[in-house]
């Protein structure tokens, strides 16, 4: 009778895929930051966009997203499970301090905690998952 080890976890490569979704996703935001950084403002939920040369705040923020993107990336190319797990729990820290700062300057609660905040929960989960499944190996 085969045991089942608690320590393995049962799906190996839900890890991987949810850090490729995630690094996909937030290079297309990145990206959409860069091409299009007026459309990109609204939905981020602060009640107003920066304008005229604050506006290069936009873009800022479409690089930040790329280098993250970058990141997850390149740790998974290099087969680094525990230091994507790692890095994956701190970038969690980026939405929720775009959804702290959303709500700390009166922007769209909805958006600050149906976004950024499920956002930050669903990247710690991705980072907590890796971290299990590197520990079992």
Do not use: C
């Amino acid at each position: 009778m085969l045991q089942k080890n608690s320590h393995r976890p049962d799906a190996p490569w839900l890890g991987t895929a949810l850090s490729l979704i995630g690094a996909g996703f937030i290079t297309f935001v990145g990206v959409r930051y860069l091409v299009t950084p007026e459309s990109m403002a609204a939905e981020f939920g602060l009640p107003a966009a920066p304008e005229g040369p604050a506006a290069g705040f936009l873009n800022v923020k479409g690089v930040r997203d790329i280098g993250t993107g970058a990141v997850i990336l390149a740790l998974l190319a290099a087969r680094e499970r525990r230091a994507l797990g790692i890095a994956t729990l701190a970038i969690a820290l980026i939405p929720a301090g775009d959804m702290v700062t959303v709500l700390a300057r009166r922007g769209s609660p909805g958006t600050a905690v149906g976004v950024h905040g499920v956002t930050a929960a669903l990247v710690a989960a991705t980072g907590g998952l890796l971290l299990r499944e590197s520990r079992a190996k």
